[in-house]
């Protein structure tokens, strides 16, 4: 609003602006020229001063009588007091005129140097009069100047024809004052020179010429006034001298009465003098009047600026009222339409029943009365235009909405189709694996057993992306250390995941098991995928009792900080289904399940390298579990454990040597009738010498059995002491076994074959590792069994 009211008073207060400017500059104008019209009148009145003197200055050196020397005092006086309101009314005039700059400087010069021109006409015998009178006529002549200078500028005729007037006047007296210095001068000298005979022409014709100017600019009434002042007994003697004088010829003496021509001549002057002052008073009543009526419309002007600046103001802030009402009404609405009705919309359009909706019924329901629209003008178009968009803009979202739903049911049907073929395969796969005794085709068994698990973990993301869940029904809940070797179980390289640190006195709630496992695999998949071969994935597990922190990490290269910015928020706020989630299904399919329960899933850089990925469990996805509990738990798969004794899926099986335990491994999936989640290989089958009946044997008695049994045949008597391996490896040093050949034919050995056990201390990791946990669950096993005297076990 403050915009369209400051717009027009802006652009009416410019206007105004102009047209008070050039009146006040017409005002300033004209009150100047009154000051210099004004001081044009000083200089005259000082021209006629100065042209008294010159005469009384002339005639004091020519006849040189005492009475002269009073006349030229009282002139000189006279012509200071004209010389003082002169530049009083010169200090008044405002700096950077025209006059000042060309005329004004050499009047006041001249009439600094008065007073020497004065004292030399007092003091010096036989001074030239004509060089006093030309000293004279300078300064007469710039004062002149100055007169006639005053009319630039002048915009008003009338005005401009005055002040010439009273200049052609002040010329006239100059004019006459000439001649009165040549005739003076011919007197004396007692003929008329050639010299003499023209200065008095060029004086006679001066009159002549600016009688006529004057004549020419005087308004009728100063022409009267003329003519008032040229007649009379006066003028007529004035005339019969003046004739009289241009009656004498050139070398004939001038006879003539000086004093009655002095004086005829000076009352002439005298009245061109009055003349003058009352053209001058006329001109300044008319600059004054000027000035007045400037005034009166600078002042009217600006009345009527700040009046049309008062309508204008209000005419627009009414009309800007009317109309930032409209808009605001018009932003308040779109407002509401688009940070809470429309997405209100598109959140209920994201619900799973959003797929019977009606695009177009619900565009036209929802976008129907988005918008009031009031009036047919631009505003009006405007919220018409406003409420086409939020019709198209739910159309599109119902439609987009549609097609994810769409989609999701695709997945989810195409997803339960694959699952039951993969579900067949392991059926198929586990029967198979139950009649295999050949070592090499159980572990090629095993690859196929994994790689169906495989499968099955990417239907379960199909679901999860389908908005479905992934997990079946259970009725236990399951340890923690169960669930990470669950998920260690549907992954490809699960040999290279290693357990770190797990607590195993908590549980994952029965109904978040089958989630919980799918989320913690995905994030192993990429562990063991996006880092070297040859590295190991650390797995840690710990309860910090409102929640259980599991950490995956590996050793790859990392992420850069903006690449784990953008994972980080795709696994806060996972995206909508499209080709890029189905094309980075992984950390999706995390998201998806961090979100539904409610769990925490972050990406940090290791501390050398490689990357860490924590999930934080909530408190609601877990179960407290007591001692005996956790030691030993309900599911106990006999048949998985006894394929990961015979053999493991990563390196082919071998006949275990007596007194050497098999170290445990990962096992692949199995149908989903006896899918179950992995737990320590606690039993083994039978020996094959024993009963007929399958039985099967705690795994602690074969390696507590093996601990008395010799390393020979012929020596069962014996016992077998740790420097056994030592010495057997001593004794094959001198027999070196070559492994194969190189291309150029050199043998090639295997490295540190002949290593005596206990010469060079073994690294760490190459150290058998016996899991306290797992050797408690034998035992504890063993222990249970031996009590129960149960022969067969109860599988799931």
Known sequence: ????????????????????????????????????????????????????????????????????????????????????????????????????????????????????????????????????????????????????????????????????????????????????????????????????????????????????????????????????AGSGENALRLQRLLDQVARTAAGDRLELDLGTWLTATQQWAVRLAELRLRVDGAVLDDIRAAHADQRRRTVVEAAAALLALLLTALVTWAVARQITRRLRRLRDAANAVAFERLPQVVARLQEPDSASVDPDDLARRQAGDALEVSGDDEIGEVGQAFNAVHRAAVRTAAEQAVMRANTAEIFIHLSRREQRLVDAVLAQVDRVERDETDPDRLHQLYALDNLATRMGRINASLLVLGGVGVGRVRHHDVPLPQVLQAAQSQIEHYARIRLGLVDGDVAVAAESVDEVVHLLAELMENATGYSPPATEAWVTGRSLGDRVIVQISDEGVGLPPHRRQQLNDLLAQPPAIDVATVRAMGLVVVGQLATRLGAAVQLRSGPRRGTIAEVALPAALLRPLPPEEFLLTPERPSRRAARATVASPVVPATVVPAGARPAPQPWAGGPAADRALPVAPVFQPASSAAADAPTEELIIFDQVNHWFQADRPGDAASWAGPADDAWRTAARADEPRVAGTTTSGLPRRQPQEHLVPGGVPAPRQATEHRDPARVATAMAAYARGVAGRRTNLITN
């Open 1 to 228: 609003m403050r915009l369209i009211v400051a717009a027009p008073l802006v652009a009416v207060m410019g206007f105004a602006g102009l047209a008070l400017t050039e009146s006040a500059r017409q005002t300033v104008r004209a009150s100047d020229l009154g000051q210099l019209a004004q001081l044009g009148a000083e200089a005259g009145g000082l021209a006629h001063r100065l042209q008294y003197e010159r005469i009384v200055a002339a005639d004091l050196l020519t006849r040189g009588a005492p009475d002269q020397q009073d006349a030229f005092a009282d002139a000189t006086t006279a012509t200071d007091a004209a010389v003082a309101g002169y530049r009083r009314q010169r200090a008044r005039v405002p700096a950077g005129t025209a006059a000042e700059q060309a005329v004004l400087p050499r009047i006041d010069a001249a009439l600094a140097n008065l007073a020497p021109l004065r004292a030399q006409v007092r003091t010096a015998e036989r001074a030239s009069v004509s060089a006093m009178t030309f000293s004279y006529r300078i300064v007469i002549a710039d004062l002149l100047g100055l007169r006639e200078s005053v009319t630039l500028g002048v915009v008003e005729p009338r005005i401009a024809d005055g002040i010439r007037a009273s200049a052609a006047l002040s010329k006239v007296a100059e004019a006459v004052g000439q001649q009165q210095v040549a005739v003076l001068r011919a007197v004396t000298a007692g003929q008329v020179t050639p010299a003499l005979q023209q200065d008095i022409t060029a004086a006679r014709t001066g009159v002549t010429e600016a009688s006529l100017a004057f004549q020419a600019l005087a308004r009728p009434a100063w022409q009267g006034w003329w003519e008032q």
